[in-house]
Structure formats: structure tokens, C-alpha cells
């Protein structure tokens, strides 16, 4: 089955810096690739996905990449502010049907004032 | 608007004792999910209903049940709570469409722990 890794665990930038966080993934037939944001006592939201017929994304302050030949993909948060500091989940999966998620380890990301 | 509610939000039970969590969702999505996270974790998927059939992940112990009554709700049912299944229980829905990438939403959770 699918397995996905995510680095770092934890990371701590200053505010205005750029974070990245990185993925890769086992299973070259998954095809459909979120980032899930979790605050403490809350459930997941989705801030950006892509899908493996594109390369990159953005959001305003957000952008995912996708190197399918390397089954990696990353997370780019720029002008990083105070409240983007939660709990960040890669995820991967193959669309047939439902869509049964694969989750990464998680990244705790911390913005310093 | 709240889309994926999930009462409820924290529950307390004895080991042994079953308890059930409940889903709602007013999305109409066909497809509901029941994910557990445990602390510091990622959310792993304990298994999902596609309409009105159920599937179950291979790993998924006996002890988790699930019904879904009607589209809008969706139950997990813990027949006999072990101290290792304190977790937060996450409730997710999606539309599946041929074709088509559709967002899985999550609820807020539920927060079991078990005396």
C-alpha cells in the first residue's frame, strides 16, 4: 500500500521568512496530492491539493510542487505571519471513487514574532 | 455555516463500556469517512462508506463498527473501548464523481478517552 514521509517534524521560522515542507510518496499510481492544515482541538483543512497532471500551484501565499518521476512533492508557505502556525499533513491518494487519504507524520510549524 | 458536524466533540467512557460517536453532514456528499488520530499522529482511515456500502480498511480492528442510517449521518461504533483506543475520532465526507477531484472535508472531532 501507500506510504507517505514528511520532513521536518518541526520547524520554526521567523515571521516573513518562507517555510518548506517536503513529501514523498511510495505508490507511483497515487494522483492526487492535499496539504491539510490542523489547528490544536480542531479538525484538518485543506489549504491546497494538486493533482499529478500538474507541477505547481498557488494559493496567494501558498504553493505545492509535484515532481512525479521523483514521487516528491513540497509545501512552499512564503511571508510566513503568526497565524500560520499549526500542524501541517501531506497527503496522498488515487481517485477511484472515494478517496481514501494517506497522511504523512505531520509537520508542527511555528512562526516567531 | 458548519458543513461536517461531529457530536460529541468530547467523550468519556469506561474501558469496556461501548460508546458511539456520531457524524452529521449537510453537504449531500455520497461518500463519509471515519479516521482516528492519536496524539501527535497522523489521522489513519479506519474505513468509509461509498453511498450505502460499507468498506473497511484491512487493519481496522473488530472492535469498530460503523452505520450509516441516511446520506446526512454516519455513526462509529466502539463495541469494547481499550485504554489504546483514546484518540481523536475524525469524521470526513466527499463527493465522488467519475472523473472529477473532489475536496474531502473533515469535521472538528471527537475526543475519546477512556477511564
Known amino acids: 500500500g501507500e506510504n507517505v514521509e514528511q520532513h521536518p517534524s518541526t520547524l520554526s521560522v521567523q515571521e516573513g521568512d518562507s517555510a518548506v515542507i517536503k513529501c514523498t510518496y511510495s505508490d507511483s499510481a497515487s494522483n492526487y496530492f492535499p496539504w491539510y492544515k490542523q489547528e490544536l482541538g480542531k479538525g484538518p483543512q485543506l489549504i491546497i491539493d494538486i493533482r499529478s497532471n500538474v507541477g505547481e500551484k498557488k494559493d496567494q501565499r501558498i504553493a505545492v510542487t509535484l515532481n512525479k518521476t521523483a514521487k516528491h512533492f513540497s509545501l512552499h508557505i512564503t511571508e510566513t505571519q503568526p497565524e500560520d502556525s499549526a500542524v501541517y499533513f501531506c497527503?496522498?491518494?488515487?481517485?477511484?471513487?472515494?478517496?481514501?487519504?494517506?497522511f504523512g507524520q505531520g509537520t508542527r510549524l511555528t512562526i516567531n514574532p | 455555516d458548519a458543513m461536517v458536524i461531529q457530536n460529541p466533540r468530547y467523550q468519556v467512557t469506561q474501558f469496556g463500556k461501548p460508546v458511539t460517536l456520531s457524524c452529521s453532514q449537510t453537504?449531500?456528499?455520497?461518500?463519509m469517512y471515519w479516521y482516528q488520530q492519536k496524539s501527535s499522529q497522523a489521522p489513519k482511515l479506519l474505513f468509509h462508506?461509498?453511498?450505502?456500502?460499507?468498506?473497511n480498511e484491512a487493519d481496522t480492528p473488530d472492535n469498530f463498527q460503523s452505520r450509516r442510517p441516511n446520506t446526512s449521518f454516519c455513526f462509529l461504533d466502539i463495541r469494547s473501548p481499550g485504554l489504546g483506543d483514546a484518540a481523536m475520532y475524525l469524521c470526513?465526507?466527499?463527493?465522488?464523481?467519475?472523473?472529477?477531484?473532489?475536496?474531502?472535508?473533515f469535521g472538528p472531532g471527537t475526543r475519546l478517552l477512556v477511564l
Open positions: 462508506y461509498y453511498d450505502k456500502d460499507f468498506n
Open positions: 470526513a465526507t466527499s463527493r465522488a464523481r467519475t472523473g472529477r477531484w473532489e475536496t474531502q472535508y
Open positions: 497527503a496522498a491518494s488515487k481517485i477511484q471513487g472515494a478517496q481514501k487519504l494517506v
Open positions: 453537504l449531500n456528499h455520497n461518500v
